[in-house]
């Protein structure tokens, strides 16, 4: 819609857009979608004036308001939006201000009305920004046509814009995820941003804010530090002491108190998450070395491990022997078998064959009962026994693919960057959400991603503002450490990636759904429907109409198989 009379132009998208602030919009509108019960469903209204408008505000009628959440896409820097040799799979490759942030909008309910009006903003001149309005959609919810009718006033009640956005429910519910996904959780984080101490009760608030914001975006693994997490931790350096295991070191001798872990694994069960990873064992890119540890030895707290701890020895291996034992006690006793999964190093390379064998030598018969995971992207450490449950990166899994590995899990981090699904900001939304669709075909079991709440530079050398520094300190490329900021209120804010990446789930859940329905081999037709080579990790449509055709079909024929009408 164009208001002649104001300058001021709206467009409803798919949530698949990125809006540029500097920028011309280049996607179709998208007025109508459909959706599943027990599915959140998201798009945009893009807005632009000709001139400085002040006091503007927004306002939603709808049937079902109590369902809706509007939000404003925000903008942040970006001075590494991608290496020198990316693929031609980006939106842009300049530094500038990126949407990303979903920074919360108030609105109060207009008594007598089926209306909600927000809160004043500032719409300024000749810039393109978004609303991001979400509907969740309930187990419960009559199937139906629900219009969403968004006007946009000036302070004096002159309107200034209205769109309307007709979603379609489908009565049929979304199937509870199966895949395993973590992004990793990094408690020091919180305790460093927010000025507080490690597990005072201010701390431990934090935490449960942020795991519940995990745990609804499809997030229900958590890394748990038993030690402070040996990861991107400069050689020598240190991170925060996050230890949930207690220790007292008695000569060789020592003894385990699990009362923090208890309540970590309490707290995170009653937030929804149903898996635990346990931080690893041995320090990254090696296992040469032994995470932090800090023991009561005489009843002083003293460092016993470290970097100063040759991980081979005979001292760290008979603390391990001893420690496992307990640990894998206290889970059994609490019902967590099935559950818990270990690590032993994080991203070895082939010249670390050797020492990461010799760790995985060492805890291999205490953890006989439980999968050990790690990130590594070389086939031989699974040839060789090494490592029991390989997470290839989704540019190396063809390998392990090919090799009929079963139960595979995959992730990506900065360096997955070429022709493969990611999420960096300068990527178009369709390669962060085209994951759910691979991971289908492929039936991959888990999905790791290192970066939930990562606010330091590499190594953590230093803290940094995520709203200002998105790279890492010029590490990585923005996009690839963090998926949330720090609200003010400690509350997350949410950011469009994560948001979309929900979708690729929510996507995986639909396909399996209908797989249940009319069979795979007819599903996996319709996933490779209108492409020119078959679907893989490295060859995968860059359309987002594709997408979201593909996921209209899908909604289509569930609804057909359930006998529904139309």
Request: aromatic share 12%.
């Amino acid at each position: 819609m164009q208001n002649s009379n104001t300058g001021f132009e709206t467009v409803l998208l798919s949530s698949l857009s990125k809006v540029f602030a500097d920028g011309e919009l280049e996607d179709k509108p998208c007025t109508s979608g459909t959706a599943l019960r027990k599915e959140v469903f998201s798009f945009q209204l893009a807005y632009r004036s000709a001139r400085l408008l002040k006091q503007v505000t927004v306002r939603l009628v709808s049937d079902i308001l109590p369902n809706i959440s509007v939000r404003t896409v925000g903008l942040v820097p970006s001075e590494l939006p991608c290496y020198h040799d990316h693929d031609d799979n980006v939106l842009r490759s300049s530094p500038g201000l990126y949407p990303d942030p979903l920074l919360p909008l108030r609105f109060t309910a207009i008594e007598g009305s089926a209306s909600f009006v927000s809160e004043a903003m500032n719409v300024y001149p000749a810039q393109w920004r978004s609303l991001w309005i979400s509907v969740d959609v309930t187990e419960d919810m009559p199937q139906g046509s629900y219009p969403i009718r968004l006007t946009m006033e000036a302070e004096t009640g002159e309107q200034l814009a209205e769109e309307t956005f007709d979603l379609t429910v489908i009565g049929a519910a979304l199937p509870e995820q199966r895949l395993i996904h973590t992004e990793w959780f990094h408690t020091d984080c919180l305790a460093t941003h927010y000025k507080v101490d490690v597990f005072n009760e201010e701390h431990w608030s934090l935490i449960e804010r942020y795991v519940q914001t995990a745990v609804r975006h499809g997030i229900n693994m958590i890394l748990t530090p038993l030690f402070t997490p040996p990861l991107d931790t400069a050689v020598g350096g240190e991170r925060p002491t996050v230890q949930l295991v207690d220790v007292q070191k008695d000569g060789d001798t020592y003894t385990f108190g699990f009362a923090r872990l208890l309540r970590w694994v309490e707290l995170c069960r009653s937030s929804g998450v149903k898996y635990f990873e346990f931080s690893h064992l041995f320090t990254q890119w090696g296992a040469k070395h032994a995470p932090k540890i800090i023991a009561a030895v005489d009843g002083e707290a003293k460092q016993i491990f470290g970097w100063e701890t040759d991980a081979a020895g005979e001292a760290y291996a008979a603390f391990l022997r001893q420690l496992l034992p307990e640990l894998t006690g206290f889970i059994r006793e609490h019902g967590l078998e099935g559950s818990c999964y270990f690590h032993v190093s994080d991203e070895p390379h082939l010249d670390h064959l050797e020492s990461y064998g010799k760790a995985s030598a060492l805890v291999r018969d205490l953890l006989a009962d439980f999968p050990v995971i790690d990130a590594l992207s070389d086939y031989a450490f699974y040839e060789k026994g090494l490592v029991r449950k390989p997470v290839p990166s989704n540019d190396h899994i063809g390998t392990f693919i090919e090799n009929g590995v079963p139960d595979l899990w995959t992730y990506y981090c900065c360096l997955q960057y070429k022709q493969v699904s990611n999420r960096f900001f300068n990527m178009p939304s369709v390669r962060n959400r085209m994951m759910g669709w691979q991971l289908y075909k492929y039936n991959i079991e888990g999905f790791l991603h290192w970066g939930y709440n990562f606010w330091y530079t590499q190594h953590s050398l230093k803290q940094i503002d995520p709203y200002r520094v998105t790279d890492a300190g010029g590490a990585f490329p923005s996009g690839d450490s963090f998926l949330v900021y720090p609200g003010e209120d400690g509350y997350p804010v949410e950011s469009v990636r994560l948001s979309v990446f929900r979708e690729a789930l929510q996507d995986l859940r639909a396909l399996q759904l209908l797989e249940r329905l009319i069979g795979r081999e007819r599903t996996l037709a319709l996933v490779e429907e209108e492409l020119l080579a078959p679907l893989t990790f490295t060859e995968a449509p860059a359309d987002l109409s594709w997408l979201l055709r593909r996921r209209a079909r899908v909604n289509a024929l569930i609804r057909e198989a359930a006998g529904q009408a139309v």
